[in-house]
């Protein structure tokens, strides 16, 4: 409880100096972009390579397995489920819905978060986990949008994605120091990602805060999205977390994986639901408030969820 509240107060404040920064106009919007790419392309890609390289057990590449086919899953289960439940919904609105169903804010606030609870091994199994949830953000969650899809084009924006380069860079280290128990990262290699890397959720944190600060909080009362943020942060892992405490007594799933996938579901609608409305004129104010909303009340939700899955161990 004490560890939960102590991430949470953490998380809450850096939220808050990114909200005031961007209100003060002490950070531009194009600041904001900036610091938004600093953090995919730089410091995220260093802090995943830094978590592989730790004192692993023996069911490290089981976990891995394990969660990123609980990720294939879940993915699979959004994808029905948003086919279901937006099925009545005006269609560009419906193209939103099904887009944050399908893709979280789990690569911007849930790696901290995984780290934060968990600790290194969590944000390894976490960076695997989103392996799958990065191919159908650039696959079907452009498709939804634009109605169309380029297979060779999605092929190479996944391939080259620095997170996903991370990983696999990642996976590499793991294998070696688990097979052949050599450590292929050189001492000054290491110090220097982890020193970037240990800016990850500082600057994670406070870009969401700058995002925060766009919207003004009346417009935010909207049924629709009261009704998405409500699936989409205790529905979706409330689902998920069911069916895995079934495979668990089946001793289908064990270990870490299952309890992490459940905290990472819990995440909030990205702000790219947001930039893609936007560019293919998709209801973009509509898709702003599924973001700012669910990214509000996904403070208390992630706390909550931290500390069931703690208990249950």
């Not at 634009?146 to 380069?165: A, F, M, N, Y």
């Not at 609608?269 to 973001?291: E, G, H, R, W």
Request: glycine share 8%.
């Amino acid at each position: 409880m004490i560890a939960m509240l102590r991430l949470q107060f953490i998380i809450f404040s850096l939220i808050g100096i990114g909200f005031v920064t961007r209100k003060k106009g002490i950070v531009s919007r194009e600041g904001q972009r900036s610091i938004t790419d600093l953090v995919i392309n730089v410091v995220l890609p260093c802090n995943i390579v830094t978590s592989f390289v730790q004192e692993l057990p023996a069911s490290a590449l089981r976990d891995c397995a394990m969660i990123f086919l609980i990720s294939v899953g879940m993915e699979a289960m959004c994808m029905l489920y948003a086919r279901i439940a937006y099925r009545n919904v005006e269609a560009n609105k419906q193209k939103c819905l099904t887009y944050g169903i399908l893709v979280s804010n789990a690569g911007f606030l849930g790696n901290p978060v995984a780290e934060g609870v968990y600790g290194p091994m969590g944000l390894m199994l976490a960076s695997v986990y989103l392996i799958p949830v990065r191919v159908i953000m650039w696959s079907k969650g452009i498709a939804i949008f634009s109605g169309e899809s380029d297979r060779r084009q999605t092929l190479r924006k996944v391939l080259t994605h620095p997170c996903v380069i991370a990983c696999m860079v990642g996976i590499v280290i793991m294998l070696a120091d688990l097979l052949a128990g050599v450590s292929i990262v050189p001492e000054w290699l290491f110090d220097m990602l982890k020193t970037v890397g240990r800016c990850n959720t500082g600057l994670s944190m406070m870009v969401i805060g700058m995002i925060l600060s766009d919207i003004g909080f009346a417009q935010l009362v909207d049924g629709l999205v009261i009704r998405y943020t409500v699936e989409r942060l205790i529905v979706i892992p409330g689902v998920l977390g069911l069916i895995l405490l079934g495979l668990s007594r089946l001793g289908v799933v064990t270990g870490l994986a299952p309890n992490l996938a459940v905290l990472l579901a819990a995440m909030p609608a990205p702000a790219t639901t947001s930039m893609l409305s936007s560019k293919y004129d998709c209801a973009p104010d509509f898709a702003t408030k599924m973001v700012i909303l669910s990214t509000l009340c996904s403070i208390p939700t992630i706390f909550l969820w931290g500390l069931v899955l703690k208990a249950s161990g």
